[in-house]
């Protein structure tokens, strides 16, 4: 049953990838199977795939692959993205227990998709994931359409995903509780009132992770105080407290936790300019909060409001300036003026030009400040004509 990997997966129909899997029949109840986090050793070093013979960067790009799938099907049938994310930690948990030599993830990938969508109570009819996939699989062929509404290839497509569904249960032993990052970022997100165009990046950051295997080595509360720590980062913003308590008390996570998890998710070419400074995590303060607009779903509709907030600021501060000033005639000043010069002549015998250039200055500053305007020249001629 076990064959090689192709060069070029999507090359394959999901009939071929069929022909590799390998249906266990496990004696014993597999309680084994309710650990579904590994350490980093654990998924590079000792993975199913890595004992076959496949290297880590081999099954990288068969994950990148599958989840690519996914995705792709699940904007054809516009399901949601948690649902796409349910069916990729399917695929990741089955890949942990077999391995890719073994299964082609056409198959596996196809029948995640179908048993993700009844998870999460988006159901889709079976032929339309199966039309779909077909025609994803099969994209470079112009008559793949039509192979797939012939009724003894659509069986036989539909017979292979119903056999990698049973396939797929039993080798994560029925264990159909999925936890994603979403449920956590959203709840903290919404108690934090983060501004919307933070939260659209940490959301973005954990759509990038859930394609990893890091969720198969941290937990969802993990990957979504990181993803947040992330986007504030690279955005130049200090977090909010909530009732005087450091964000990240929000996830449940410690600092030390947390640096682990942002040190990991940073890609090679962000490492340097994301890097902690000095091991440690920012301190939170303060910041203008807007409600973020994400719903439970994990979706997210941001709002433009930096212009608005600009207009709203600048209105405010004329409108201050204008209702405070005084009009005040120019004469008054300048008497003012020299009277203080007559006074800083009388304690003081050498008085410097600078020096009463710089506090008539100031004094005028402060004059203003207090709500003075000086009234146009010209205007003050015209009254006396």
Known sequence: MAREVPENPSEQGIAEASTSMCIPEPAEPQCSMRKWYFTRQEVEDHSPSRRDGISLKKESQLRDSYCSFLQAIGMKLKVSQTTIACAMMLCHRFYMRQSHAKNGWQVIATASFFLACKVRDTPCFLKDVVVVAYEMVHKLDPSALQSIRQREVFNKQKELIIVGERLLLSTIGFDLDIQLPYTSLVAALKSLNILPDLAQ?????????????????????????????????????????????????EFDVSPKQLNEVIQRMMRPDRKQ??????????????????????????????KQIKGELDDRNSRCKTD??????????????????????????????VVHATDDEIDTEAWIENELENGVELEDTSAKKKQRL
């Open 320 to 349: 201050s300036v204008h209702n405070n000033c005084v009009k005040i005639d120019i004469n008054r000043i300048r008497d003012a003026i020299k009277r203080k010069r007559c006074e800083r002549s009388v304690n003081k015998k």
């Open 273 to 302: 300019a994301l890097a902690p400074e000095n091991g440690r995590v920012i301190e939170s303060e303060t910041v203008p909060r807007k409600q973020s607009g994400i719903d439970e779903d994990g979706s997210a509709q941001i």
């Open 201 to 249: 990046m940490a959301l973005n950051f954990v759509n990038d992770c859930v394609r990893t295997s890091l969720c198969l080595q941290y937990k969802p509360h993990y990957i979504a105080a990181g993803s947040v720590a992330l986007a504030a980062k690279i955005q130049k913003v200090k977090l909010p407290t909530q009732q005087g308590k450091v964000w990240w008390l």
